[in-house]
């Protein structure tokens, strides 16, 4: 019951928020709800097992990492929300609202679904709510946007269903049911080709709601068009989702004895997406898209941290975390600056600094973390799955990852700092916006907990991760 | 032997059809190839499973009035209103492609003899038809520069996946068809928009307009 009032109630407010006729009033539905969300989530969170519907919604220990940060996210920014469509009275969020608050029920649904085929249904539901998100400025170039994610994406999907009944026909035999569970006690019954087919088309198909390259072809131009919010909710949410998704797919692999092959097509991906965000991220002028290479990048960095397998795997979920809420800042300050000078290029946005100190502060913070410096989460993570890969004797990985990292640290820089520094040109003129409570207060949360992470994970969160890492390792009757 | 025989038939049928549409260069055969596709597909399932259920009718009927039915109209509606008729100029030629999709084929068949079946399939061309299907759509979607070629390449890879999930229509509890079913239509009703939104904004279903957002 729990758990289906979890999803339920986002799917609910999305229904009243719909219905409310005020222009004004409907925002404030999203911060209600999702603190009604995260309240529920806790509660989700330290019952011992809920279940519903016979096994088929359940908590599993990384999917209870998932819900946290979806949750938490969505608060933050469901707060930044109502700052932001202040701003944007001239467009109607009629469809805006409700559909956010249909992405958060979907993904919840994705996090608690223990059936293969149910998941699947909870990722396209959730690519269908975000779609109208992306086209919420109504320009040609959102339609480009939204024609791109909605091709590319469900071209991924539709893979990943193939793969799915690959899967089911691998595990074919007196007992019909696609549960993980089930899935895993017969893994080591599943023919090895079978399960080999199923595993790649799962990773191409939930890798391209990820956003692996090359699959990523959707990113920049989602990122770079949808309001910095949905950035937020898609580099942060949508593609933890996506990679949870993966990492079930993962576990049955390991169990049927195919781990070493499924590791090893991780790392290439994650490497190829290291390496391709990079080489875009180098002269990029636009600092949205610049922001969606750097969110393939830590993809890659993930998917990296789980093929390299031992404490590899705890390190990935750890920078699951951070990356998820480094990206809220990243984002939604990037947001605010557009707002401030009205343009995402580099040529035009000079002096953030001095127009908006607060958002081009927490953008300098957020892009120090994001590229791995301390005091912050990233760096931990990050340097964890470095030391796994010269630990595990991968000497090629683990230099190859360095070297990536320098060069997106510098192609970030030659962006960033730019944009923050000197004065705001004469022609840029002065828009509307200013840094406000609504706007800037959970940015500084986010922010926080990223510097918290860096300094001292919270027991209960290293419970929660060690819990992850230790399920994602331990395989019930492997071969 | 002759239920899996006619099977067999159906499935050389798609195997043509695949063919076919990589050549043609009118969207309106195009539309009318995946339709027949879609018909075709929806009655397997009854021969497959041999024996006809009411769920397994419904599902019948469903797909049926779905993919030969429902989305060719839209589509033939958009068609209309875009005022397009053919395909002219592909990223790569009408001849080129099919000898790609030949060559898919070829590729399919072999990559599927090294999957074990269950005994029941081992007569079939379930596996080697599903994935040459599958390629077709790829090339669909991605030699082609008109959304409305697209968007049917997308629908003939579905069909591909649903070729692979005649495999399964015994052993799998139907609520996960009846999902993707579901999913097909709101996939191909949201895409409709978008061709709408396209076309209202640019005059135009060609997506080499939809060209501002690139490195």
Not at chain 1, 315 to 336: E, I, P, Y
Not at chain 2, 185 to 210: C, K, M, P, Q, W
């Amino acid at each position: 019951m729990l758990l289906l009032a979890l999803i339920a109630s986002p799917v609910l407010a999305a229904g009243v928020a719909a219905a409310l006729a005020s222009e004004s009033l409907r925002p404030y539905v999203l911060p209600a709800a999702a603190a009604g969300h995260l309240a529920l989530s806790l509660v989700a969170l330290s019952a011992s097992n809920p279940s519903s519907l016979g096994g088929w919604l359940a908590l599993d220990p990384p999917g209870r990492l998932v819900l946290l940060l979806l949750s938490v996210l969505f608060l933050i920014c469901s707060i930044y929300v109502v700052g932001y469509l202040r701003y944007r009275r001239e467009l109607s969020n009629r469809v805006f609202v409700p559909c956010l608050l249909l992405f958060l029920g979907m993904t919840t649904l994705v996090v608690c679904s223990q059936h293969v085929g149910l998941m699947w249904v909870a990722v396209e539901a959730s690519t269908l709510a975000t779609a109208p998100l992306i086209y919420f400025n109504r320009t040609p170039r959102s339609i480009e946007a939204t024609w791109k994610y909605l091709l590319v994406g469900s071209v991924g999907i539709a893979l990943a269903l193939l793969g799915s009944f690959v899967l089911a026909y691998a595990s074919l035999g007196d007992d019909p049911s696609l549960l993980f569970g089930d899935l895993l006690r017969r893994a080591n019954r599943m023919n090895p080709s079978w399960l080999r087919v199923a595993f790649a088309l799962l990773l191409v198909g939930y890798g391209t709601k990820m956003g692996l390259a090359p699959m990523h072809t959707w990113k920049p131009d989602a990122y770079g068009e949808a309001p910095g919010v949905v950035g937020a909710l898609l580099a942060g949410g949508m593609t933890s989702c996506a990679f949870l998704a993966l990492l079930r797919v993962f576990r049955i692999c390991q169990a049927g004895g195919e781990g070493a092959y499924a590791s090893r097509l991780l790392v290439v991906f994650g490497l190829l997406s290291i390496a391709v965000a990079a080489i875009f991220m180098l002269g990029q002028r636009d600092f949205k898209r610049m922001l969606a290479y750097s969110s393939i990048e830590h993809m890659g960095i993930l998917v990296l941290g789980v093929g390299l397998g031992g404490y590899g795997i705890f390190a990935a979920l750890l920078h699951m975390l951070n990356n998820g809420l480094t990206k809220g800042v990243l984002f939604l300050s990037a947001a605010n600056i557009h707002r401030a000078f009205d343009s995402k290029s580099i040529d035009e946005v000079r002096g953030a600094m001095r127009r908006v100190p607060l958002s081009g502060t927490l953008f300098l913070f957020g892009f120090l973390a994001i590229t791995g410096s301390p005091p912050f989460g990233p760096f931990v993570s990050e340097f964890l799955i470095v030391s796994r890969a010269f630990a595990a004797d991968r000497f090629f990985v683990g230099g190859g990852l360095l070297l990536l990292l320098l060069v997106v640290f510098a192609g970030m820089g030659r962006t960033v700092l730019p944009m923050l520094q000197g004065q705001p040109s004469p022609e840029a003129e002065r828009t509307s916006y200013h840094d406000g409570l609504l706007t800037g207060l959970p940015l500084v949360i986010s922010m926080a907990i990223v510097l918290l992470f860096g300094l001292h994970i919270p027991s209960p969160i290293e419970a929660l991760l060690r819990d992850a890492a230790a399920y994602l390792e331990m395989i019930p009757g492997a071969r | 032997m002759l239920r899996l025989s006619i099977i067999n038939l159906l499935l050389v049928g798609i195997l043509l059809l695949n063919l076919f549409m990589l050549g043609t260069s009118r969207i309106r055969a195009l539309i009318q190839a995946a339709a027949l596709q879609g018909v075709v597909l929806g009655v397997m399932p009854l021969l497959i499973a041999g024996y006809g259920t009411w769920t397994t009718g419904l599902i019948a009927i469903g797909t049926v009035a779905l993919k030969g039915s429902v989305i060719p109209q839209m589509l033939r509606r958009a068609l209309r209103e875009a005022q397009i008729k053919r395909e002219v100029e592909p990223l790569i030629g009408f001849v080129p492609t099919m000898l790609l999709g030949a060559l898919g084929t070829l590729l399919s068949i072999a990559f599927a003899s090294g999957l074990p079946l269950e005994p029941q399939h081992r007569e079939l061309l379930i596996v080697p038809a599903s994935f040459s299907t599958v390629v077709t759509g790829f090339l669909l979607l991605t030699t082609r520069i008109k959304a409305i070629t697209q968007v049917i390449g997308y629908l003939v890879l579905e069909n591909g996946i649903f070729i692979f999930g005649m495999l399964l229509v015994e052993a799998m509890p139907f609520l996960v068809e009846i999902g993707i079913l579901l999913d097909l239509f709101v996939g191909i009703f949201v895409v409709s928009i978008i061709i709408h939104h396209i076309n209202r904004e640019f005059a135009s279903l060609d997506t080499r307009l939809l060209a501002s957002l690139k490195e």
